[in-house]
């Protein structure tokens, strides 16, 4: 495993700068909202490429946040530098989804036990069969038991991570796509990071967990307004910064 030296070429910090739980939504003014709100003595700690990370506290528990960018590369790239380089343990996902599956709807949480792809990532690890990237066990059990304990919609299930947002299916709607050939293996929804981190995590012997919500519906047609997502969102950031407190040292 090659392990980049400090400042990384895409995170100038150094060790100590992070927790070791870090929340990565996808858009870097997600993270600044993020720490801004919900965060107490947030400090910038990384800003290459506009790509915000903050550290701050939790009700007491010392948790980072920032972007991963969009896409599985980007993700990828981001959080091999942060576990192999910055010492941390935990990546928690927090980003949104589009569901194919009548199990969910708008503004429910999923927590993504598991991660399909259609993305070429995998191979990179040539271990000539098809590898499952799946969330840390005791992430999810303790996220799920949080979410049950508020009382938020939540679905524990398969989801995919898709390298295509724009899908040119000749013929077919990229909705009928994701239903017919995804829905019909009980995949939940569809979004663009989670296997990466999955994979990542696995090859570095570190633990992620993706928690999702559900800003659209891609057979049904439906989508939250802007105003509604960020309270949706809301929702999501706190179930995971208290999975983050939660588990904080184990």
């Known amino acids: 495993m090659n392990i980049p030296s400090y400042p990384t070429p895409h995170i100038n910090a150094s060790p ?11 858009d870097p003014l997600r993270a600044k909202w993020i720490a801004e709100n919900f965060l107490t003595g947030a400090a910038l700690v990384n800003n290459v490429r506009g790509v915000q990370g903050y550290t701050g506290f939790f009700e007491g528990t010392r948790v980072s946040v920032m972007a991963s960018g969009m896409g599985m590369p980007s993700m990828g790239i981001y959080a091999y530098e942060l576990f192999t380089t910055f010492g941390v343990e935990k990546i928690l996902r927090v980003g949104s989804a589009g569901g194919y599956s009548d199990r969910v709807g708008l503004r429910d949480l999923i927590l993504a036990q598991g991660a399909c792809t259609d993305s070429n990532f995998l191979h990179q690890y040539r271990l000539g069969g098809a590898f499952a990237p799946i969330a840390d066990f005791e992430l999810l059990c303790a996220a799920a038991a949080l979410a049950a304990d508020d009382g938020l919609d939540c679905v524990v299930g398969n989801v995919l991570s898709s390298d295509v947002f724009y899908a040119d299916e000749e013929g077919l709607p990229s909705c009928d796509y994701h239903s017919v050939k995804w829905g019909k293996m009980g995949v ?33 047609g439906e989508a939250l307004p802007a105003e509604a997502r960020q309270e949706s969102f809301s929702d999501m950031i706190t179930l995971a910064l208290k999975v983050a407190r939660d588990t904080d040292g184990k």
């Open 16 to 26: 100590g700068d992070f927790a070791s739980t870090v929340l990565m939504p996808g």
């Open 188 to 220: 939940l929804a569809v979004e663009m990071e989670a296997a990466a981190l999955y994979a990542t995590a696995a090859r570095c012997g570190k633990r992620a967990l993706a928690i999702l919500t559900v800003s659209d519906h891609l057979v049904t």
